[in-house]
């Protein structure tokens, strides 16, 4: 997944690195993208404590079908989506969201995250692996790595984000079009860090830059990268 550079030159930079700036999208209050983080956040400590005998915290067993998770794409829906994704940009970035919006004229962009995903066994019309991708993606920037994790890596992830995502009762309600809404955001937006670690490598000033940015963003949705470490069991508390 962190080989998401066909937008590589578009990431936002200035002249400066501590005045680096990375848009980082938000998904609507009703999609209860803070009650997800917290359940996210309980199954990692739970994880790390074998002790713990009190379960009164722990997110509800699995109440929803799985096929709630999936979506059909709607073409006209990617659209709007793909243009409010570039407003967001364009308001800090002018220079950046023009090339992003000339490349997503020339190329099927979602095509090509899809095939992407796809050698990871993941499916760009879930919610639960759009999520996985992006947090994937934002905790290897948070580190500054361009590495890409294995596939049992994300799987396990995967199962992560589904199970918190199986629980949350905005899924349950949750229409076609906050589904895709909410993937499309997220891929877009783990396509941006992705192709923003790569650009940076060779500038250690702006990688850290990056690395602060895609933290504050990811702590403003409730989720300290800091405070987790991604294995073969995915995300624990660190």
Do not use: C, H
């Not at 220079?95 to 004229?105: C, M, N, R, S, T």
């Not at 940076?200 to 300290?224: F, I």
Request: glycine share 6%; charged share 20%.
């Amino acid at each position: 997944m962190t080989t998401f550079t066909f937008v590589a030159g578009v990431s936002p930079r200035t002249g400066s690195a501590q005045d680096f700036s990375m848009p980082m999208i938000q998904i609507a209050p009703d999609f209860a993208m803070s009650n997800l983080n917290r359940e996210l956040l309980d199954r990692r400590n739970a994880a790390q404590n074998d002790d713990n005998t009190n379960t009164s915290n722990a997110p509800a067993p699995l109440q929803l079908d799985r096929s709630v998770l999936r979506f059909t794409p709607d073409q006209g829906r990617r659209a709007e989506n793909m243009q409010g994704f570039l407003s967001q940009i364009r308001e800090s970035d002018p220079e950046g969201a023009a090339k992003l919006e000339a490349i997503f004229a020339s190329a099927d962009v979602m095509t090509m995250i899809a095939d992407a995903m796809t050698s990871m066994g993941m499916d760009a019309n879930n919610v639960a692996d759009a999520y996985a991708v992006w947090w994937i993606s934002s905790y290897q920037a948070s580190q500054g790595s361009a590495k890409t994790p294995p596939r049992r890596q994300y799987q396990a992830v995967r199962q992560q984000s589904e199970g918190a995502l199986l629980s949350s009762k905005a899924m349950a309600s949750a229409s076609e079009a906050e589904k895709q809404q909410f993937a499309e955001a997220y891929l877009l937006q783990a396509a941006l860090i992705d192709s923003g670690v790569q650009e940076m490598q060779p500038n250690p000033a702006q990688l850290d830059a990056l690395k602060t940015a895609v933290k504050k963003g990811a702590l403003a949705s409730g989720l300290d990268l800091d405070r987790m470490i991604l294995t073969d069991k995915g995300f624990l508390a660190n």
